[in-house]
């Protein structure tokens, strides 16, 4: 089956030091890509998304993504971190010809002063 | 900005009691989803619609829970009777007609089930 596997489950940075999340899928062909940020309490918002072409994506908030095919990654960047992106951080993908998407279990980030 | 709107954002309720869920898509949004988030958990899908249609329920404990879209615009989620597992974030998404097109997450209703 389709799946999304987040390895950290818990992330803790200093604020101002660079920032890398980890998400690995697995099986399918090229998979549609998504990051999202969940504030406590909060619905999720969307960060960033691949579905082809360069396979390093911008994204809000200063967050960037690459794709990589040969490591079935999507991990998720950002090169200096703030004391509001503390948050919990989903990554997702769209199976094809599905509105279906499915998420792994999550990383939550904490910020350091 | 046009977001999804949903209500209640609490709900606190006791098991076998019956409670409701309301959505409201952005505007012209022809799809619909409704996800079930368990605390320290991804969201997983509980039904999709495509304007009234649904389109996927296969997750969906049809036993208790059930999901309307009677107009195609807003949709009500309901469970009865409520149980104590069902305590969990219920999140509503819209996006415009096309499965690739992104998903437009609501705030949530936070359940409660003592």
């Known amino acids: 089956a389709q799946s999304v596997t987040q390895p950290d489950i818990h992330i803790t940075v200093s604020e101002g030091a660079s920032l890398e999340l980890r998400c690995n899928y697995s099986?399918?062909?090229?998979?549609?890509l998504f990051w999202y940020v969940q504030s406590p309490g909060q619905g999720l918002q969307l960060l960033l998304k691949y579905f082809s072409g360069d396979t390093l994506v911008q994204g809000i908030k200063g967050f960037e993504a690459e794709f990589k095919r040969s490591q079935s990654s999507f991990n998720l960047r950002k090169p200096s971190v703030h004391w509001s992106d503390a948050a919990e951080y989903f990554c997702?993908?769209?199976?094809?010809?599905?509105?279906?998407?499915?998420f792994g279990q999550g990383t939550t980030l904490q910020v350091k002063p | 900005e046009a977001e999804v709107a949903q209500s209640p954002r609490y709900k606190i309720t006791e098991k076998s009691q019956a409670v409701a869920f309301w959505c409201d898509p952005i505007s012209g949004h022809a799809t619909l989803y409704w996800y079930r988030q368990i605390l320290g958990q991804g969201p997983e899908l509980l039904v999709q619609?495509?304007?009234?249609?649904?389109?996927?329920d296969s997750q969906l404990p049809k036993d208790r829970f059930s999901a309307e879209r009677l107009k195609g615009v807003d949709s009500t989620l309901k469970i009865q009777p409520a149980e104590l597992g069902d305590s969990a974030m219920y999140l509503c998404a819209s996006n415009q007609q096309g499965a690739e097109e992104t998903q437009y997450f609501g705030p949530g209703t936070r359940l409660l089930v003592l």
């Open positions: 099986y399918g062909a090229t998979p549609y």
């Open positions: 619609f495509q304007d009234e249609s649904v389109v996927d």
């Open positions: 997702a993908r769209l199976p094809s010809n599905t509105g279906k998407l499915i």
